[in-house]
């Protein structure tokens, strides 16, 4: 039952994320419709004052970071005199006072003390300075790794875009100064900043509009073109998909406990999964021999009853744990025994033998040894990029004196 439940907390959080980004890109759009040419001062005064109640109840209730991006659009509405500071000032206090009004009794309810969420999440993050416990990233990591994953070849796109529509450039503009702002906390996370991206697809299909506007009469062009980008969105597809397997050593060393032939015997065991293990695949879903899910779940056990436990802080010394997945080097009284690496990055394969060479030993090798195509041999053989793995790992430890 524990394990429905905690798979129901997790969709539930996922679900919620889903209806965050709706309702920003709901503000967002509203926003959009002012600065469309004949919409009169009326419409515009009330499509800025939905855009900014959707951004203000957004962040009352589920991301008070929105306000980060809440502030830039207030700052342009009062400089374009769209609305006045009365204006944006009393809407501000109701809905402010509205999101308070449904969040509080929900959460002080669960909590079972008077709590804000939001309010708590940003003295403890912000004003105390402890979100550098969760790691500090450098400064521009939003610019240089988290846009380039979200948006791939569409980044640079996107940014022409903002330079070629002067309406977008205004948007943009805004969502740069929420990353920047962003930026100045240690702790970073893409999911802070993905409500932007909607805005920077926007922007690129302005620039891929401008770029293939002048062959908008060819048609082998347009097809020539179309098939670029398919191959491309492919490529990048298989690529990502390829780094993807190697970057969740966690789910890897489960899957590597569970196949041991040393623990086979063992009908019951306490294992413990440290921090980095739980991070990087070590969900629910691949604790197969779960003791706790044993009665609802009796085929997936087969045979073996094992418990899974995540305690912070335990010590070296401590015996309650058979087996302990760690990114420790080496545990007191506890025997390693398997290693699972952790991916680090890609960097430019320097090859010995030209590509010939390499494409006839591959042949040679599967017709000696009667093996089928692999993906894996290929990338090796045809890849100007190699993946590394860092001196991280996660380690399999069996205790080697119970007592």
Same mark, same amino acid.
């Given at each position: 039952m524990r394990r429905?439940?905690?798979?129901?907390?997790?969709?539930? +959080?996922?679900?919620?994320?889903?209806? +965050?980004n709706h309702t920003v890109q709901i503000a967002l759009g509203q926003y959009m419709i002012t600065m469309k040419r004949g919409k009169t001062n009326s419409a515009r005064k009330q499509g800025t004052?939905?855009?900014? @109640?959707?951004?203000?109840?957004? !962040?009352?209730?589920f991301r008070l970071e929105l306000v980060a991006l809440l502030a830039p659009i207030v700052l342009l509405s009062l400089i374009s005199k769209r609305v006045t500071f009365w204006q944006l000032v009393s809407r501000g206090f109701l809905v402010t006072f509205a999101?308070?009004?449904m969040t509080l009794p929900i959460d002080s309810y669960f909590w079972q003390k008077l709590t804000w969420p939001e309010g708590a999440s940003l003295i403890f993050n912000?004003?105390?300075?402890?979100?550098?416990?969760?790691?500090?990233? =450098?400064?521009?990591?939003?610019?240089? @790794? @988290?846009? =380039?994953?979200?948006?791939?070849?569409?980044? =640079?796109? !996107?940014?022409?875009?903002?330079?070629?529509?002067?309406?977008?450039?205004?948007?943009?503009?805004?969502?740069? /100064?929420?990353? /920047?702002?962003? @930026?100045?906390? %240690?702790?970073k996370e893409t999911r802070f900043i993905i409500y932007i991206v909607p805005v920077w697809n926007l922007s690129t299909s302005i620039c891929v509009h401008r770029i293939t506007s002048p062959f908008r009469h060819s048609r082998w062009i347009k097809l020539g073109l179309m098939s670029l980008i398919?191959?491309?969105?492919?490529?990048?597809?298989?690529?990502?998909?390829?780094?993807?397997?190697h970057n969740y050593p966690g789910g890897a060393a489960m899957m590597a406990l569970h196949s041991l032939e040393d623990l086979r015997p063992i009908q019951e065991l306490n294992i413990?999964?440290?921090?980095? /293990?739980?991070?990087? %695949?070590g969900s629910r879903f691949l604790q197969l021999n779960d003791l706790d899910g044993a009665q609802n779940y009796p085929l997936t056990t087969k045979g073996r009853l094992w418990?899974?436990?995540?305690?912070?802080?335990?010590?070296?010394?401590?015996?309650?744990?058979?087996?302990?997945?760690?990114?420790?080097?080496?545990?007191?009284?506890?025997?390693?025994?398997?290693?699972?690496?952790?991916?680090? %990055? /890609?960097?430019?394969?320097?090859?010995?033998?030209?590509?010939?060479?390499?494409?006839?030993?591959?042949?040679?090798?599967?017709?000696?040894?009667?093996?089928?195509?692999?993906?894996?041999?290929?990338?090796?053989?045809?890849? =100007?990029?190699e993946i590394v793995f860092n001196h991280k790992q996660i380690t399999i430890f069996l205790q080697t004196n119970p007592t």
């Amino acid at each position: 039952m524990r394990r429905l439940q905690k798979r129901k907390i997790a969709l539930t +959080i996922i679900f919620g994320f889903a209806l +965050i980004n709706h309702t920003v890109q709901i503000a967002l759009g509203q926003y959009m419709i002012t600065m469309k040419r004949g919409k009169t001062n009326s419409a515009r005064k009330q499509g800025t004052l939905n855009a900014c @109640s959707f951004l203000t109840i957004a !962040a009352v209730i589920f991301r008070l970071e929105l306000v980060a991006l809440l502030a830039p659009i207030v700052l342009l509405s009062l400089i374009s005199k769209r609305v006045t500071f009365w204006q944006l000032v009393s809407r501000g206090f109701l809905v402010t006072f509205a999101g308070l009004e449904m969040t509080l009794p929900i959460d002080s309810y669960f909590w079972q003390k008077l709590t804000w969420p939001e309010g708590a999440s940003l003295i403890f993050n912000v004003l105390e300075g402890k979100s550098a416990e969760w790691g500090v990233m =450098p400064w521009h990591f939003y610019l240089t @790794s @988290s846009l =380039p994953k979200l948006l791939g070849i569409t980044y =640079p796109l !996107a940014l022409l875009g903002f330079v070629l529509n002067r309406k977008v450039f205004l948007l943009g503009a805004c969502t740069l /100064v929420f990353v /920047v702002a962003m @930026s100045c906390l %240690g702790h970073k996370e893409t999911r802070f900043i993905i409500y932007i991206v909607p805005v920077w697809n926007l922007s690129t299909s302005i620039c891929v509009h401008r770029i293939t506007s002048p062959f908008r009469h060819s048609r082998w062009i347009k097809l020539g073109l179309m098939s670029l980008i398919g191959v491309v969105a492919a490529l990048n597809m298989a690529f990502t998909t390829y780094l993807s397997m190697h970057n969740y050593p966690g789910g890897a060393a489960m899957m590597a406990l569970h196949s041991l032939e040393d623990l086979r015997p063992i009908q019951e065991l306490n294992i413990h999964l440290d921090n980095l /293990v739980s991070q990087t %695949g070590g969900s629910r879903f691949l604790q197969l021999n779960d003791l706790d899910g044993a009665q609802n779940y009796p085929l997936t056990t087969k045979g073996r009853l094992w418990r899974y436990d995540k305690l912070a802080n335990i010590t070296e010394s401590s015996h309650q744990f058979d087996v302990i997945l760690s990114e420790q080097p080496e545990l007191h009284n506890f025997q390693a025994l398997e290693h699972v690496t952790a991916f680090d %990055g /890609v960097r430019r394969r320097h090859f010995k033998a030209p590509l010939s060479d390499r494409l006839f030993d591959f042949v040679q090798s599967c017709w000696a040894k009667k093996a089928c195509f692999s993906f894996h041999s290929m990338w090796d053989i045809l890849s =100007p990029i190699e993946i590394v793995f860092n001196h991280k790992q996660i380690t399999i430890f069996l205790q080697t004196n119970p007592t």
